[in-house]
Nanobody, 123 residues
């Protein structure tokens, strides 16, 4: 069992940066692939980024490639999402998720989800 708690979301101006964190409980965190997803008001949840259990494989949505970086520290049971050059269209609730297999951009393949953290980018 893994419990996930996101933090770091806040109001930021366009062009700014934020780093989201997702702290995991449970001994098996280091064996899980982790992902970040987001959901804007009135829109479906969408994939943002994912990272393999070792950190050796990362995968990004085209909309964030080159601006966002996913990373993890298995010693701290934490996964991060560094977001640079933020745009108003990045405004959403951001969720981290974990799964016992490889990286995936499919939300339904993830077993564990956090409660989300709000990111608001003003223009």
């Amino acid at each position: 069992q893994v419990q996930l708690v996101e933090s770091g979301g806040e109001l930021v101006q366009a062009g700014g940066s934020l780093r989201l964190s997702c702290a995991a409980s449970g001994r098996t965190f280091s064996s899980y692939a982790m992902g970040w997803f987001r959901q804007a008001p009135g829109k479906e949840r969408e994939f943002v980024a994912a990272i393999s259990w070792s950190g050796g494989i990362t995968y990004y949505a085209d909309s964030v490639k080159g601006r966002f970086t996913i990373s993890r520290d298995n010693a701290k049971n934490t996964v991060y999402l560094q977001m640079n050059s933020l745009k108003p269209e990045d405004t959403a609730v951001y969720y981290c998720a974990g799964r016992g297999g490889g990286v995936s951009d499919r939300g339904e393949r993830y077993d564990y989800w956090g409660q989300g953290t709000q990111v608001t980018v003003s223009s």
